[in-house]
């Protein structure tokens, strides 16, 4: 794969269209980090001991707050939140919204999750078209804090939809609002390099290749060389017998150590 050549992300803050994006390139180049650690636990204390062990290593958290089994508002995400402004991350929801726009709306900001007041990325298919964009952007009128959507543009599991045609009727769809939808879930470099979306690429590993259920893993560099800006990781963190703080260091360090490259 060809090395693809962005500009720095400090250099990028400033002349990016979305604020969310802005906040998360800036903690990026304090923190000398681009890795997503996807928090997949079933319970508020393992998520909450990981979120502060781990903190110090990440620029985002991903989470699945409907797995955790003992869920409340009061004892997971008051502490969550907490928690990312001590340690400077931003919490980002896999939530995958694919509805109609009123409906996705309500998913957002209701019921016992209420993501949007807590949430600072979340994300969603395009099948639904623009409404659900809309929908979703119509959810944060009444957030002081800085919210954005990314969309799933690529999938890294075998088999995924998610290609061709459909790809680029989706970064067609998130040029509609470049305020709100600042990038995507994506394998490759997507968009013209002065639309600057922020591309999070799941599925990299630098130990292992597959999961038996469709899921297929990239290296760190091959990702970052590629045009992602910021690497999802999980289980490659957190497999039996490996040591999640150390793991994170690897990961973050391997991350930088690539994207250092990839800017020269």
Known sequence: MSRITLKPYEDRITTHSSPLARRLLKIMTDKKTNLCVSLDVDS??????????????????????????DYTYESVIVPLVELSKRHNF???????????????????????????????????????????IDGLYSGTKDISEERGLLLLAEMSSA???????????????????RVFTFGFIA???????????????????????????????????????????????????????????????RYRDAGWKAYIARVK
């Open 187 to 249: 394998q490759n470099r997507l968009g013209a390099d002065d639309e600057d979306f922020i591309i999070m690429t799941p599925g990299v590993g630098l130990d292992d290749k597959g999961d038996g259920l469709g899921q297929q893993y990239r290296t760190v560099d091959d990702a970052v060389s590629g045009g992602s800006d910021i690497i999802i990781v999980g289980r490659g963190i957190f497999a039996k017998g490996r040591d999640p703080v150390a793991e994170s260091k």
């Open 159 to 177: 088999g995924s939809l998610a290609t061709g045609d459909y790809t680029d009727k989706t970064v067609d769809l998130a040029r509609r609002n």
């Open 44 to 69: 508020k204390d393992e998520l909450l001991r990981l979120a502060d062990a781990l903190g110090p290593y990440v620029c985002v958290f991903k989470t699945h707050v409907d797995t955790i089994e």
């Open 90 to 132: 931003l919490i980002f929801e896999d939530r995958k919204f694919a509805d109609i726009g009123s409906t996705v709306k309500s998913q957002y900001t209701s019921g016992i999750f209420k993501i949007a007041q807590w949430a600072h990325i979340t994300n969603a298919h395009a099948l639904p078209g623009p409404g659900i």
